[in-house]
């Protein structure tokens, strides 16, 4: 099979589009013919080597992933070939407490398609079978590789880790990014006043095309200038951070008393400062997210099918210009997701 892999971490240039041995299938796996793979920024990271994770060597990435089943296990009974399918990103051992739970992204054995798994970033992907989640069926293959990983993580910040209730205001870093229009949508659904920031007045307008009721250029205003402007002083019930040290001090400087931070990344750095007097007096929330469960991306799916969560896609690219589409994302030029057509 065709596929794109990268042997040494790099920039863009070492991805390679090259033929690679099919993977084989257990008895309780499904072979997936992948038509469509989008991108995200765990893709750029990967690819250049994440400090303290170790990828095997070489590695076809690829988190989020469409298709249709080729073959299936011996023991699986939910598929059969020729049905059109997503892969929940996560896997995990299936075995242990937090697992059992429900919490399976807690698990510690957790890991993605792309990393450390290979992923779908080729024309054939190997997966577990509860992995294996039925196609929205109003979607087409690219816009339904452009659903699972972003929506699944902004639904497990806001709703699950947050808290997120109806009424509440919610500022939305990065607002272009997947992750972003995710939750700008999911934030909509839940009846929030959303503030989305973005680096440019066309970014901003898409933002609130897709719900945003108010929104910040921080090129040309301090966030936490424009919210407290925004609510009347008050600040934010919730902040919706994955920028990391570009934004953190405006992110928490815009926080209500009482606020919750919620964060999932750190695209510009990862070394941040926090004065914890302020943290106290002001009976903050600093909550970590990664992720979700395999539960919860059924919730996200339900929103789907009714219509009222929808991806958003900037660019499709075809399988083999996968590092012109990595530099494309890298430029942060995007407003949603950028995918990858397997054909």
């Known amino acids: 099979m065709k596929a794109i892999l990268f042997k040494e971490h790099g920039g863009p240039e070492v991805l390679q589009y090259v033929d690679v041995p099919e993977p084989t299938i257990g008895a ?12 995200n920024h765990l ?11 170790k990828i095997p060597l070489p590695h076809i990435p690829g988190s989020d992933i469409s298709g249709e089943v080729s073959k299936i296990g011996a023991n699986v009974t939910r598929f059969k070939p020729g049905d059109k399918v997503i892969l929940n990103p996560g896997i995990s051992c299936g075995q242990c407490a937090q697992c059992l739970s429900g919490n399976d992204n807690l698990c510690r054995q957790y890991g993605l398609f792309g990393e450390p798994h290979p992923g779908g970033c080729a024309e054939y992907v190997r997966s577990p079978e509860v ?3 039925p196609m929205p069926p109003r979607l087409n293959f690219e816009e339904a590789a452009a659903i699972p990983l972003v929506f699944l993580t902004a639904w497990h910040m806001l709703i699950t880790r947050a808290k997120l209730v109806a009424g509440e205001t919610v500022v939305v870093l990065a607002a272009g990014s997947g992750v972003g229009s995710a939750a700008i949508q999911i934030a909509k659904a839940m009846s929030a006043r959303i503030i989305a920031t ?3 007045e066309e970014k901003l307008q898409l933002a ?3 719900g945003a009721d108010d929104t ?3 090129t040309t205003h301090k966030i ?12 934010a019930d919730v902040v919706f951070e994955h920028v990391g040290a570009a934004t953190w001090d405006q992110s928490v400087a815009s926080l209500a008393a009482g606020g919750r931070l919620v964060t999932c990344g750190n695209t510009t750095g990862y070394d941040v400062h926090l004065d914890l007097r302020f943290l106290f007096s002001r009976q903050l929330s600093l909550l970590g997210s990664f992720m979700g469960s395999k539960a919860e991306l059924y919730s996200v799916l339900e929103l789907v099918n009714r219509g009222i969560l929808n991806p958003v896609i900037d660019k499709v690219y075809p399988l083999e210009k996968a590092a012109e589409a990595h530099k494309h994302l890298e430029d942060r030029a995007q407003f949603g997701k950028v995918v990858l057509k397997v054909s």
């Open 224 to 235: 936490h200038e424009e919210v407290k402007r925004l609510t009347n002083r008050k600040g």
């Open 28 to 39: 309780n796996d499904v072979l997936v013919r992948v038509r469509a793979c989008a991108l």
């Open 198 to 200: 973005a680096g440019s």
């Open 208 to 210: 609130k095309k897709l």
């Open 216 to 218: 910040i250029n921080h």
């Open 131 to 133: 992995n294996v989640v």
């Open 43 to 53: 893709d750029l990271w990967v690819r250049k080597g994440i400090p303290g994770r």
